[in-house]
């Protein structure tokens, strides 16, 4: 490969909660116990060196000695425009962008436009634990839908389960996590259009989340939820961001899609009332270098290494962890693996579990937070020999201990 995605990062003491945050005074992740170094597999960052055009376009700015007020770059907004027509096959005119500090805050934005506090709003489960936080803080109430499994463990929407939600509590918004985070769903056309056909049925706004939308195994392809017909287009509000894409959340900056000319001035304006969110002139230039020739060719290796570390996960799972199982994801560098059959055969609660891998450095996220009860979270965004080596250690320490 012409990137670099094999070496090991040291990130402790460089501003990465990912390890600085294990074994914090306070905190819910506690230190490994001797002999054991910490593998961050829990916070959905990455364990790889940026494509070198972010790092070269900040430096050129940094060089500039004065950092005042400024005006967003031509540079910018192209660039997002070529990088969603090369990408999504998306045809996007400035004015349709807005900025957003982050994809949540974009979120509660919309949210703000279309809802009264304590309205319903649909969201599938399991669920992201930032769209919990986000809605409950903004006073509204959440409504899930489950997701289920089909026969080859396929996470589906049950398409009857979300009318009779709509209905039975009067939503009219709704969020769409496209690909789909916890469980890694790369949603196929006709499912956007049957989700959108109800939304349109009912009335109901659409707030799509596609941060994720970058990440995608070898195989699948991402469906741009604004794509499936002109009602769909006009009735959504699109985030994205390069900050999952390019590990890039530390410099803060997301943006929205949004071709509805009433939706996109009600949510520039809501967004503005707070004088918060505002761009970072480092941010911009970030995103400039990461959405370059150079950042494409690196997204592509990205999914090629993501691809090699979930099929080596899954398949080690598959063979060695008995009583746990894993729907393979399709997009996203997160895995959900269910623990509940392996929890039942060995009398151990999930607390145990979690303490199990956290004891010899595998710092995995409880599940329990996205509504799977005897799920995992993990992150396969590292080099795979950490990765192998954290399967040698759960396989020795806690699932065949």
């Given at each position: 490969m012409k990137y670099d995605f094999t070496s090991i990062l040291d990130r402790k003491g460089k501003d990465a909660i990912a390890v600085d945050l294990v074994g914090a005074p306070g905190a819910p992740y506690p230190a490994p116990r001797?002999?054991?170094d910490v593998i961050p597999m829990w916070v959905a960052d990455m364990n790889f060196p940026v494509v070198p055009t972010i790092q070269e376009a900040m430096i050129g700015r940094a060089k500039l000695p004065t950092f005042g007020y400024f005006m967003p770059r031509q540079e910018y907004t192209q660039a997002i425009i070529d990088w969603q027509r090369d990408h999504n096959g998306a045809?996007?005119?400035?004015?349709?962008?807005?900025?957003?500090?982050?994809?949540?805050?974009?979120?509660?934005?919309?949210?703000?436009?279309?809802?009264?506090?304590?309205?319903?709003?649909?969201?599938?489960?399991?669920?992201?634990?930032?769209?919990?936080?986000?809605?409950?803080?903004?006073?509204?109430?959440?409504?899930?839908?489950?997701l289920v499994q089909d026969?080859?463990?396929?996470?589906?929407?049950?398409?009857?389960?979300?009318?009779?939600?709509?209905?039975?509590?009067?939503?009219?918004?709704?969020?769409?996590?496209s690909p789909h985070n916890p469980t890694g769903r790369v949603w196929e056309r006709w499912e956007i259009e049957k989700a959108m056909e109800?939304?349109?049925?009912?009335?109901?706004?659409?707030?799509?989340?596609?941060?994720?939308?970058?990440?995608?195994?070898?195989?699948?392809?991402?469906?741009?939820?604004?794509?499936?017909?002109?009602?769909a287009k006009m009735r959504t509000a699109a985030m994205y961001a390069p900050s999952k894409t390019f590990n890039l959340a530390g410099l803060v900056g997301s943006y929205h899609i949004i071709y509805n000319k009433w939706l996109n001035e009600r949510c520039l304006k809501e967004s503005s009332l707070g004088h918060y969110n505002s761009m970072n002139v480092m941010s911009m230039y970030a995103l400039i270098g990461a959405f370059s020739p150079a950042g494409n060719?690196?997204?592509?290796?990205?999914?090629?290494?993501?691809?090699?570390?979930?099929?080596?996960?899954?398949?080690?799972i598959?063979?060695?962890?008995?009583?746990?199982?894993?729907?393979?994801?399709?997009?996203?560098?997160?895995?959900?693996i269910d623990c509940g059959q392996w929890l039942k055969k060995h009398g151990?609660?999930?607390?145990?579990?979690?303490?199990?891998?956290?004891?010899v450095g595998v710092v995995w996220q409880d599940g329990r937070a996205f509504h799977g009860q005897t799920h995992i979270r993990l992150n396969l965004a590292l080099p795979l020999s950490r990765v192998q080596e954290a399967f040698d250690r759960l396989d020795k320490y806690v699932f065949n201990a």
């Amino acid at each position: 490969m012409k990137y670099d995605f094999t070496s090991i990062l040291d990130r402790k003491g460089k501003d990465a909660i990912a390890v600085d945050l294990v074994g914090a005074p306070g905190a819910p992740y506690p230190a490994p116990r001797e002999g054991f170094d910490v593998i961050p597999m829990w916070v959905a960052d990455m364990n790889f060196p940026v494509v070198p055009t972010i790092q070269e376009a900040m430096i050129g700015r940094a060089k500039l000695p004065t950092f005042g007020y400024f005006m967003p770059r031509q540079e910018y907004t192209q660039a997002i425009i070529d990088w969603q027509r090369d990408h999504n096959g998306a045809e996007v005119a400035p004015e349709n962008i807005g900025y957003e500090n982050g994809v949540l805050g974009g979120v509660a934005t919309a949210l703000s436009v279309l809802c009264s506090k304590g309205d319903n709003v649909l969201v599938h489960s399991p669920t992201y634990v930032g769209f919990t936080g986000t809605l409950t803080n903004n006073g509204y109430h959440i409504i899930h839908s489950a997701l289920v499994q089909d026969e080859q463990g396929i996470w589906r929407m049950d398409f009857e389960d979300m009318e009779k939600k709509i209905v039975e509590n009067k939503i009219h918004a709704a969020i769409f996590c496209s690909p789909h985070n916890p469980t890694g769903r790369v949603w196929e056309r006709w499912e956007i259009e049957k989700a959108m056909e109800l939304y349109k049925k009912h009335d109901v706004w659409v707030i799509s989340d596609e941060i994720w939308s970058d990440i995608i195994l070898e195989g699948y392809k991402h469906i741009p939820t604004q794509s499936v017909s002109e009602d769909a287009k006009m009735r959504t509000a699109a985030m994205y961001a390069p900050s999952k894409t390019f590990n890039l959340a530390g410099l803060v900056g997301s943006y929205h899609i949004i071709y509805n000319k009433w939706l996109n001035e009600r949510c520039l304006k809501e967004s503005s009332l707070g004088h918060y969110n505002s761009m970072n002139v480092m941010s911009m230039y970030a995103l400039i270098g990461a959405f370059s020739p150079a950042g494409n060719e690196w997204v592509k290796e990205l999914n090629e290494t993501i691809t090699g570390n979930v099929n080596f996960a899954c398949d080690y799972i598959e063979k060695h962890f008995d009583g746990v199982t894993v729907s393979r994801p399709q997009g996203t560098y997160m895995l959900f693996i269910d623990c509940g059959q392996w929890l039942k055969k060995h009398g151990k609660t999930m607390d145990e579990l979690m303490k199990a891998g956290w004891d010899v450095g595998v710092v995995w996220q409880d599940g329990r937070a996205f509504h799977g009860q005897t799920h995992i979270r993990l992150n396969l965004a590292l080099p795979l020999s950490r990765v192998q080596e954290a399967f040698d250690r759960l396989d020795k320490y806690v699932f065949n201990a």
